[in-house]
């Protein structure tokens, strides 16, 4: 079965730091992966999926499948970031999309 | 944007009480789903809906049954309410671009 992590809950960074969500998953195919946000009293939404290769917001994610890793980054964090984040991963095969636990993140002026 | 929407955002319910979640999509996708969202457990699969009187369970489904009978309408349904199940409930659709979801606002449980 798959599994998605996020080893920390809480993040916080102060305003222009870089700042990086970690996230490893476990799955024995060719998974897709995905981060989510959800904004401070705002839907969940999409924020970027791997295959896309785009930055988002000024946020970048790289898979790595050899240590099985799809850590969220941005070079200088904005108050307006701060946001529970979720890293998500899709079977090849299906439509379901498994969450790991999130992690919040509070930009500090 | 795909619109979804969930009827009720706050539900106070006592123990044993049947309860029934609604959410309604309008851009006829045809994959549904229902989570719920608990602090430090992030979103865990209840069921979901790939067709119309299609359902599968997802990850935590006792305690759960579900009901689709039209392609926009995805209801949760709790049979017999315990406490265990206070959570936030969000209800999301995707389409064929598979692993895009579209959440509604999410329904706030609390079962006394």
């Known amino acids: 079965a798959q599994r998605v992590t996020q080893p920390e809950k809480l993040l916080s960074v102060f305003k222009g730091a870089p700042v990086e969500l970690k996230c490893n998953y476990s799955y024995s195919g060719s998974p897709e992966l995905f981060w989510y946000v959800q904004y401070s009293r705002q839907r969940l939404q999409l924020l970027l999926r791997?295959?896309s290769r785009e930055s988002i917001k000024g946020f970048t994610a790289d898979l790595n499948k050899g240590e099985t890793s799809f850590h969220l980054k941005k070079p200088f964090a904005q108050e307006e970031d701060s946001a529970m984040y979720y890293c998500?991963?899709?079977?090849?095969?299906?439509?379901?999309?498994?969450f790991g636990e999130g992690t919040q993140l509070t930009v500090n002026p | 944007d795909v619109k979804v929407t969930q009827s009720s955002r706050y539900l106070v319910k006592r123990t044993g009480e049947k309860v029934f979640l609604e959410c309604v999509q309008d851009?006829?996708?045809?994959?549904m789903f229902w989570y719920r969202q608990d602090p430090g457990l992030g979103l865990r699969l209840i069921y979901f809906?790939?067709?119309?009187?299609?359902?599968e369970k997802g990850d935590i489904p006792e305690g759960y049954s579900v009901s689709r009978e039209k392609k926009e309408r995805f209801s949760l349904i709790l049979e017999s309410a315990s406490t265990n199940q206070t959570s936030m409930y969000l209800c999301?659709?995707?389409?064929?671009?598979?692993?895009?979801?579209?959440f509604g606002e999410g329904s706030r449980l609390t079962v006394l």
């Open positions: 851009m006829d996708h045809e994959n």
């Open positions: 998500a991963l899709m079977r090849a095969s299906g439509s379901r999309l498994t």
């Open positions: 809906s790939y067709d119309v009187k299609m359902k």
């Open positions: 791997h295959i």
């Open positions: 999301a659709a995707a389409g064929r671009l598979a692993g895009e979801l579209f």
